[in-house]
């Protein structure tokens, strides 16, 4: 099934400029095109048409993975009363008695935050097969990282980021064919205001065609 999702503006990612009231057209897991709304639905009027608020980008990569993944503990929210809302770590996290079924339900929390903030990726190497199998199971690429990256651990992709240093690929440019559809929608009216105000403007995630994560 064709699908063009469109936004108010489309940055790709690369040198090419946004792209006010453009669209993606979406082919089962690829993405088909890139172009202005108008010029995408008239060359296929049979699409379904998504239309999103604000700036759809290429997906996020996160640079934290074995920190937000293998060094937290998501608390399920049945568990709140006792443990709160926040992730756990260092002392906090060496209370717990975690065992593989534990980890893999807490990735599990994990990667849907990741996904609401618009990160289609992680860097870093994971080792808890839970959580490896979490990772996979979403859809969610692993890129080697050569460096730990500076900071606190966060899902906000773009704290301290900018848009091109925390994308994992540009939009193929026009004639390219094969990519996945791969992408994020955020509810901000350009890239400096997503990069002011961060991934947790997310909207919608889509990871090779597959709408994994919109905001209710």
């Known amino acids: ?25 979406v082919d089962g897991r690829e993405l088909a095109a890139v172009g202005p709304y108008e010029e995408l639905a008239a060359a296929h009027p049979a699409a379904r ?25 998501h608390p399920d929210p049945r568990e709140a009363d006792e443990l709160g809302t926040e992730p756990l770590t260092g002392e906090a996290l060496a209370g717990l008695a975690m065992t593989e079924a534990r980890w893999g339900a807490s990735a599990r929390r994990g990667v849907r935050l990741l996904l609401a903030h618009g990160a289609v990726a992680v860097a870093g190497d994971l080792w808890r097969p839970a959580v490896v199998d979490a ?58 205001a997503l990069v002011e105000r961060g991934a947790g403007t997310c909207v919608a995630t889509v990871l090779a065609g597959r709408l994994v994560h919109r905001r209710r």
Not at 63 to 68: A, D, F, K, R, S
Not at 155 to 165: I, K, N, Q, T, V
């Open 1 to 25: 099934m064709l699908t063009i999702h469109a936004a108010d503006l489309v940055i790709a990612g690369d040198r090419r400029p946004p792209l006010p009231g453009g669209a993606v057209l």
């Open 49 to 73: 048409t998504r239309r999103w608020p604000g700036v759809l980008t290429p997906g996020l990569l996160n640079p934290y993975g074995p920190e937000l993944l293998e060094a937290a503990y």
């Open 135 to 192: 990772v996979h199971r979403a859809g969610l690429s692993v890129e080697q990282r050569f460096e730990d990256p500076a900071g606190p651990a966060t899902f906000d992709s773009l704290a301290g980021r900018s848009l091109p240093e925390a994308i994992t690929l540009p939009l193929p440019p026009d004639g390219v064919t094969g990519t996945d559809a791969t992408f994020a929608v955020f509810d901000v009216p350009d890239e400096a």
